[in-house]
């Protein structure tokens, strides 16, 4: 098995470059903030965290494809990492703490005929809530607070939907996709249902504090980072038609007990 040791190190140092960038603007009264073609916002703090990262990169690591939401694809190879300067930019431009750094590498899949990109390396960044995730793959998952404590990742054993905390990020989406009545099952079938959103609830997946959570529609650089981490802690990621991986638009992830019949209920209806 690949070592990934010196690639989790610098996503690790590139993390704290981005954090450094994210918090200086956070809360900031003149924070400049666009709107971008798909109607969704972009701030100056992203485009120049993006920036930070990818200078980071293109310095240590030449040779590697680049892939982040601010600025597209850069290089080609077996090696790809992938970027999202803040998953969450709707908080936080509204001041709101729930957002995060996400940075992964992904490499071929040895495994897949097809020859796709899989995350090998993944580390989530909330400086504002002064909390880190991070995973290698065949490494295990590990999170950190501001104190400085490290702790390893797991899921949990819940294996029933009647005991079990399902989250997700909005209800925009399950409708369109004809998901809502399976959606609307799902949380009524669960002990309890929360609107996290965006990075946070996959963490919480890997950290066993959540047992299930899924959204109808993502971007690879929504997913890739999360994947590892979940995957790591011993849960299961997967597309919501059950695609292992990062590459089907959407995401369901869980401790593995409770996915088939998360997927099973969320399935599309005529």
């Not at 990262?53 to 080609?76: F, H």
């Not at 369901?252 to 599309?268: F, T, V, W």
Request: glycine residues 10%; contains cysteine; hydrophobic residues 45%.
């Amino acid at each position: 098995m690949p070592e990934y040791d010196d690639d989790l190190r610098l996503a690790l140092e590139l993390a704290d470059a981005a954090d450094a960038a994210t918090m200086e603007r956070f809360r900031a009264l003149d924070l400049r903030v666009e709107t971008k073609p798909d109607m969704t916002p972009v701030s100056e703090a992203d485009t120049a965290t993006e920036e930070i990262i990818r200078a980071g990169i293109s310095a240590a690591r030449p040779d590697d494809a680049i892939l982040g939401e601010e600025y597209g694809l850069k290089g080609d190879g077996p090696r790809r990492w992938v970027v999202d300067p803040i998953d969450g930019t709707k908080n936080y431009v509204r001041g709101v703490p729930v957002w995060a750094t996400l940075i992964s590498l992904m490499e071929v899949d040895p495994e897949d005929p097809a020859g796709a990109f899989r995350p090998v390396v993944g580390v989530v960044s909330a400086p504002a809530l002064g909390r880190r995730w991070w995973a290698a793959r065949g490494r295990g998952a590990y999170a950190g607070g501001a104190l400085g404590e490290t702790t390893a990742l797991g899921v949990s054993k819940v294996a029933d939907l009647a005991d079990a905390s399902f989250a997700y990020s909005s209800l925009s989406g399950w409708e369109e996709q004809g998901r809502l009545p399976g959606f609307l099952d799902l949380t009524r079938a669960c002990w309890r249902t929360r609107g996290y959103g965006d990075f946070w609830p996959y963490m919480m997946v890997a950290e066993g504090s959540l047992d299930l959570c899924a959204e109808p529609e993502l971007n690879l650089w929504d997913m890739a980072a999360l994947a590892v981490v979940v995957e790591e802690a011993g849960g299961r990621f997967t597309a919501l038609d059950g695609q292992d991986g990062v590459h089907g638009g959407n995401a369901a992830a869980s401790n593995g007990l409770l996915h088939e019949r998360m997927l099973e209920l969320l399935r599309p209806r005529a």
